[in-house]
């Protein structure tokens, strides 16, 4: 599978085209303020996605670990939806705000803030074993966790993506529009 993507990822893609001008001397970026900096943005980012989530994350989380029906799949497609459109939303935002500082390196962290949501799960996961879970012993401990570690690097992962994506979407729209003369 990585050999057949590294194969057709080299014949089927071009060059990136941007869509203005660029020179090849990188411009020199300003300080930023303490609450612009990557960490806090990152924080942001991930809450408030979670926050979006984390009532949805105990039912799921009951149906899986602690042996709980799960009933409510359209209910669960909505919260994900709404997921991905606040991950969107937030990084997009969040890399205007970056943009509008004259700070031009937005790719990695429009991957870490969008995937940033992944931690505050993992940290979901850690309250939802401490609390709720009445899981004992050295086999169900790294059970769960080595498993809920999957699955929270697959959402910082996916997420990451999305807002990479939809950050790219918008950095290409908005100099689309920007006259060169």
């Not at 806090?40 to 799921?60: C, H, N, R």
């Not at 505050?120 to 050295?138: L, R």
């Not at 086999?139 to 993506?161: H, I, K």
Request: hydrophobic share 50%.
């Amino acid at each position: 599978l990585n050999v057949i993507g590294g194969i057709s990822g080299r014949n089927f893609s071009g060059p990136l085209e941007s869509p203005c001008r660029t020179t090849k001397i990188p411009r020199e970026i300003p300080p930023l303020p303490w609450h612009r900096q990557a960490i806090y943005q990152m924080i942001m980012a991930g809450f408030l996605p979670f926050s979006a989530i984390y009532i949805e994350l105990y039912y799921v989380f009951a149906s899986v670990w602690g042996h709980q029906l799960y009933s409510l799949y359209g209910i669960l497609l909505l919260v994900f939806l709404i997921l991905i459109i606040v991950t969107s939303f937030i990084t997009i935002a969040l890399t205007y705000f970056q943009l509008a500082v004259e700070d031009y390196r937005w790719w990695w962290r429009s991957i870490m803030s969008g995937g940033s949501t992944g931690f505050f799960i993992f940290g979901y996961c850690i309250y939802y074993f401490k609390f709720k879970a009445k899981m004992t012993g050295f086999m169900q401990t790294s059970f769960f966790f080595g498993y809920m570690g999957v699955v929270c690097y697959g959402a910082f992962l996916l997420l990451g993506t999305i807002g990479f994506f939809s950050s790219l979407f918008f950095v290409r729209y908005i100099y689309r529009s920007i006259k060169c003369d």
